[in-house]
């Protein structure tokens, strides 16, 4: 992809940043119900990037879709740019969440799903990605477990590509139970595609395993 | 003033569909009619205070107004990051409801007290903070919080003054000399402590942010006494700032910082602390004597 290499020449997180882009453009093409035109729509789907590190593929596919200008990409880091190296939702049109220290976006994505059912909107969907090293973090257990016990329907994404310290035992989906899950190809688009359409009346995990 | 909180929240949460309440699991039986009522906005995510926090944060950026609530320490010191990323760097905010202060389940012990979470709060920007020293002040607090977005912190105590003192800014309660201000439930300690005395006694419910005006023009001669329930000098570096170019002596008074490894009341811990009034008045006269 061509916007991403214009983002990603001398960035960080380099391979944190192409782990994301398959399944950050199946939900920008395909899958969220949002444009540059709906992006402060109360019913809008929300896309909560939690995994706020390696934002380049992220930035890119919002470039591509418009939020905002492909020149954004040039000057990430700099002083004059929008474009951190985590992004913040203040500065960056479509960004719905300010990320970059681990383990906030899961709960914010609770509290978002659970604002948007208590206001009616019950065709809005709530989609969240984590890495699955930030799953070490212990708040996103708080989230897991809640969310399963109330049977909320927002949808986990996590990109495995093993950069956990320790690993968990029996793999990602053995930390979120009573979840629905799938384990997808993280770069087979129409797997991802199929995967992230399913809704059930609980939370639902999608492991995109690279 | 905890039962003030609940019949006002719980009034709240019945008039104003925008509002909701998380809670972890402290005071969740108190709230057990209105979450019936309002499942959707009634919410116990059970003994999780990042997820309490998170929770906010989210239930905010959907437009609404959420109230959080636990023990002071529960609440703010262990969610502090939740609270700085969750709220202000979201550019969002909420209602956060404290009880237990500094000291009111001494015989709990340290676990359960937060003596820190003013001065956690004044590393953040844009936290009001109501102190209130009488039930009567918090239901006008939590109402005022409920209609606008911006981020609040109401700590309260079962320590409570007799009489209140409702609305913000500086009250000066009593003209004299040097200026002592009470700062919640601290007010009749002080008063008491110096009723003979010739000083100045002003009194506020919120302290953040501090009233600056209201605080230079009570100062009546050079010196000022500040007498808080919370850590000893939270409020230091404003009055600093707020006196600065005004030749002035000051002492502050509040909660030391060495741990007390002892249970008791809150009465033995004010003892300890030096904030009963015999302790307030042999402080505020040796500092006065010069």
């Known amino acids: 992809m061509k916007l991403l290499s214009r983002v990603t020449a001398d960035v960080k997180h380099s391979p944190s940043a192409h782990s994301t882009l398959d399944v950050l453009w199946v939900l920008y093409d395909r899958v969220l119900r949002i444009t540059p035109e709906t992006a402060d729509d109360p019913g809008r789907d929300r896309f909560l990037l939690s995994k706020g590190h390696g934002p380049a593929a992220y930035y890119a596919v919002l470039a591509a879709k418009g939020f905002f200008p492909e020149e954004w990409l040039d000057d990430m880091g700099g002083w004059d740019s929008p474009l951190g190296h985590h992004p913040d939702r203040v500065l960056i049109p479509g960004v719905e969440i300010g990320t970059g220290s681990l383990g906030h976006g899961l709960g914010l994505a609770v509290g978002t799903a659970l604002g948007l059912r208590a206001q009616g909107y019950l065709d809005t969907r709530t989609f969240v990605l984590l890495g699955d090293a930030e799953l070490d973090e212990g708040s996103n257990h708080e989230a897991i477990a809640y969310a399963a016990a109330i049977r909320l329907p927002l949808t986990a994404i996590v990109i495995d590509n093993r950069s956990s310290t320790h690993g968990w035992p029996g793999g990602i989906p053995a930390r979120f139970p009573n979840w629905g899950v799938s384990v997808v190809n993280g770069r087979d688009r129409d797997e991802i595609e199929r995967s992230l359409r399913i809704v059930e009346d609980r939370p639902r995990l999608v492991v995109a395993a690279l | ?290």
């Not at chain 2, 057990?32 to 997820?51: A, F, K, S, T, Y």
């Not at chain 2, 002080?190 to 506020?204: G, H, K, P, Q, S």
């Not at chain 2, 850590?231 to 030391?256: D, F, I, Q, Y």
């Open chain 2, 1 to 290: 003033m905890r039962d003030t909180f609940i019949a006002t929240t719980t009034a709240i949460l019945d008039e104003d569909p925008r509002t909701a309440l998380v809670l972890a699991d402290i005071s969740a039986g108190s709230f057990d009619g209105v979450q019936r009522r309002h499942p959707d906005r009634v919410l116990n995510v059970g003994i999780r205070e990042q997820l309490m926090a998170g929770v906010g944060g989210g239930l905010a950026l959907t437009g609404m107004r959420p109230f959080l609530h636990s023990y002071a320490p529960f609440l703010i010191d262990r969610a502090y990051e939740q609270i700085k990323l969750d709220f202000a760097h979201q550019d969002v905010g909420a209602v956060l409801v404290s009880i237990g202060a500094s000291y009111d389940a001494a015989a709990e012990g340290y676990t359960h007290q937060s003596t820190g979470d003013v001065a956690l709060l004044d590393t953040l920007d844009g936290w009001t903070v109501h102190v209130p020293g009488h039930p009567e002040e918090v239901a006008a607090i939590l109402r005022d919080a409920a209609r606008h977005d911006d981020r609040v912190y109401v700590r309260l105590s079962t320590q409570e003054n007799s009489r209140s003192h409702p609305g913000a800014g500086l009250h000066v309660l009593r003209q004299g000399g040097p200026l002592v201000v009470a700062v919640g439930p601290m007010l009749d300690p002080v008063l008491e402590a110096t009723r003979d005395l010739d000083v100045t006694v002003a009194y506020t419910g919120t302290p953040r942010p501090l009233d600056a005006a209201g605080l230079r023009s009570a100062m009546r001669t050079g010196e000022i006494v500040v007498v808080e329930p919370y850590a000893k000098g939270t409020s230091a570096h404003l009055v600093s700032e707020t006196l600065s170019g005004l030749p002035h002596r000051s002492l502050h008074l509040g909660v030391g910082r060495a741990e007390v490894r002892r249970y008791g009341s809150r009465h033995d811990h004010a003892r300890a602390h030096g904030l009963d009034p015999a302790g307030l008045r042999r402080s505020i006269e040796a500092f006065l004597r010069g």
